[in-house]
RNA sequence: GGGGCGGUAGCUCAGCCGGUUAGAGCAUGGGACUCAUAAUCCCUGGGUCGCGGGUUCGAGUCCCGCCCGCCCUACCA
């Protein structure tokens, strides 16, 4: 029973918990590597915060009311719940498993928790005189039997404005409903931007936002009449809430509002709302319009990402462009997959995917630089010392240098993350395994090893130390990126035995040289990254 | 129509307030090495910086015009 649905994480802790948030999905869309994308970043920061020590709070979800659904329903021949139903558990729910996201809850907009707090949230507001009756007019396709989008429109001859669908002339209709005094906080909103310049991230989407709001705002219709999948209106049982105007109260209704003060209390408001930028105006417009009129605190930032392009153009389901999660992970597994797409594109910006980068960028920096290095090295303490790690002699000015590397590295990776700059933090983190492949070759322990004197055999530790020492905070930062190899990682090094588990290594002692214990049984294991002979290339 | 963003090496992209021979990663080619997942390390790139003008001692980098792609210009999610 969904309504009973219980978090998986109710500990949220004590003080301020980090609270990120995907958009909840529409259900009736299929989920495709887009979806994934924004669930990855979500759930990369959720780690990543989690890994710092601090408590977090990560919310996904899906959307399911209104008209869209509702006629799906109704094609299928089932209730518009059963069809919600169906789609979440075969299609959504799996998907988070498919990428390994560590969500602590997940709400859907037809739970009791959340309709019961949405009916409250707006009686409220109906009642403090932000709601009143009024007049929808808009241009009206008979056929579709729906209202269009004024900007959808097709021009006809003299001037007459066609359906898309239909082609056929709209006419001007206009419907009773009830509208948010949105205009009220025109003003307000723009003085929020101002005084909250990382409100809206990045600074293009703010700018957009900000000239939107600048035109000056209507008040917002936010009930419906002509069919009735959504939430009941309170006041008036022949409405039902716009979908939007339920949804985006997701954000708090999942955190407690008005039935658990302590998780509220934790949670609220939110750290980062994750949006495409398609739905940014709902969340850097409309919400916090809705938040301050309900007296709520508003959440820090909301960040809006970019599309994903396939062959230049923005992924389409029409064009067959549409990609499963699925197609990508059954290839590469999960970690590649988070990984890529946060190495690859810059966050906030259009990034263009193809099976030719992913299948590059997996070669180059996870087989042949971290997999084959964790290899190397292995396989040297395994040769050399029999799988126990030795403990390092004097270091000289290369594992010095490699050592401030690391520490760099971390703060780098660390600062990057804080900001969302994914790309960058990862680039670091690559960057710093390259020099460690660049730090062992030069090195040549092979090579020392011929020598069997003591001061050979002392240098040879040191430099093996070095390099596993390296590997174990490389694990650190790599396992809010990719948890299933850095587990490995971390398993193969032996250091859950002397260090304890992977989950609780402080992030921010990571760049803290020599805390692998010598002594460590350290194990090749299979590769990390398998090479992929033949990628797919469809 | 108005506003914004982008068009830089085969690919994906950096290039802040204009200034020595235009950069990175990947791919390519050559070399070194052999611990390792035929992996690693070093060297290697001569690309009309969309097109045409202009300003300037000097312009991917500023101005004007044009071409191409995308986004915003409110109630599909």
């Given at each position: 029973m969904v309504d009973a649905a219980t978090p998986s994480r109710k500990d949220a802790g004590d003080g301020k918990a980090f609270y990120v948030t995907t958009p909840i999905y529409y259900v009736n869309d299929a989920p495709h590597i887009g979806h994934a994308y924004t669930t990855v970043a979500a759930d990369v920061l959720a780690r990543w915060h989690r890994q710092r020590g601090e408590t977090v709070w990560f919310l996904t979800g899906t959307d399911e009311h209104g008209q869209k659904v509702m006629r799906s329903a109704e094609a299928n021949g089932v209730s518009p719940r059963a069809w919600a139903d169906r789609l979440v558990e075969t299609a959504w729910k799996p998907v988070l498993s498919t990428i390994d996201a560590s969500n602590d809850d997940f709400i859907r907009t037809t739970e009791t928790r959340h309709t019961e707090r949405v009916r409250e949230f707006w009686n409220h507001l109906y009642d403090a005189r932000q709601v009143y009756p009024g007049t929808y007019e808009g241009p009206y396709c008979v056929s579709c039997e729906e209202f269009k989008l004024p900007n959808e429109l097709l021009d006809g001859e003299d001037g007459a404005k066609l359906c898309p669908i239909h082609?056929?002339?709209v006419e001007m209709l206009s419907e009773t409903n009830y509208f948010f005094?949105?205009?009220?906080?025109?003003?307000?909103?723009?003085?929020?931007?101002?005084?909250?310049p990382e409100f809206v991230q990045p600074e293009s989407a703010r700018n957009e936002?900000?000239?939107?709001?600048?035109?000056?705002?209507?008040?917002?219709?936010?009930?419906?009449?002509?069919?009735?999948w959504g939430i009941p209106v309170p006041w008036d049982d022949d409405h039902v809430l716009y979908v939007w105007i339920d949804a985006l109260l997701n954000y708090v209704t999942a955190a407690g509002y008005r039935?658990?003060?302590l998780l509220f209390k934790r949670v609220w408001p939110a750290d980062v709302h994750l949006v495409g930028k398609d739905i940014l105006r709902f969340h850097a417009v409309i919400w916090p319009a809705m938040l301050m009129a309900a007296g709520l605190p508003l959440p820090r930032t909301v960040f809006a990402h970019g599309w994903l392009l396939v062959g230049g153009e923005k992924m389409s389901k029409t064009k067959l462009t549409g990609i499963a999660p699925s197609q990508i992970v059954d290839t590469f597994g999960s970690d590649a997959f988070r990984y890529y797409f946060l190495r690859a594109i810059q966050f906030g910006s259009d990034g263009s995917f193809s099976w030719e980068q992913i299948s590059a960028i997996y070669t180059s920096e996870l087989a042949n630089g971290l997999g084959n290095l964790a290899s190397r090295v292995a396989a040297m303490v395994g040769r050399y010392f029999g799988g126990t790690l030795p403990a390092p002699a004097a270091a000289g000015p290369a594992e010095t240098a490699l050592a401030e590397r690391l520490a760099e590295t971390v703060r780098?990776?660390?600062?990057?993350?804080?900001?969302?700059?994914f790309h960058e933090a990862l680039a670091a983190i690559d960057s710093f395994t390259d020099a460690v492949n660049g730090y062992l070759t030069e090195q040549e322990p092979w090579k020392v090893a011929k020598d069997d004197s003591p001061a050979a055999r002392d240098r040879v530790a040191t430099i093996l130390y070095t390099a596993a020492e390296s590997l174990r905070a490389i694990s650190v930062l790599h396992n809010p990126v990719m948890p299933k190899s850095a587990a490995a990682l971390w398993k193969e090094l032996g250091a859950a035995e002397t260090l304890g588990e992977l989950d609780l290594q402080p992030l921010t002692n990571a760049g803290r040289w020599g805390l692998l214990p010598p002594g460590s049984v350290i194990t090749k294991g299979e590769p990390l990254f398998p090479r992929i002979e033949e990628p797919d290339t469809k």
């Open positions: 082609g056929r002339p005094k949105l205009s009220a906080f025109t003003d307000k909103l723009l003085a929020y931007y101002e005084e909250h936002v900000v000239a939107f709001v600048k035109q000056g705002l209507q008040d917002l219709s936010i009930t419906r009449s002509t069919f009735n039935t658990d003060p780098i990776a660390d600062e990057a993350m804080g900001g969302l700059r």
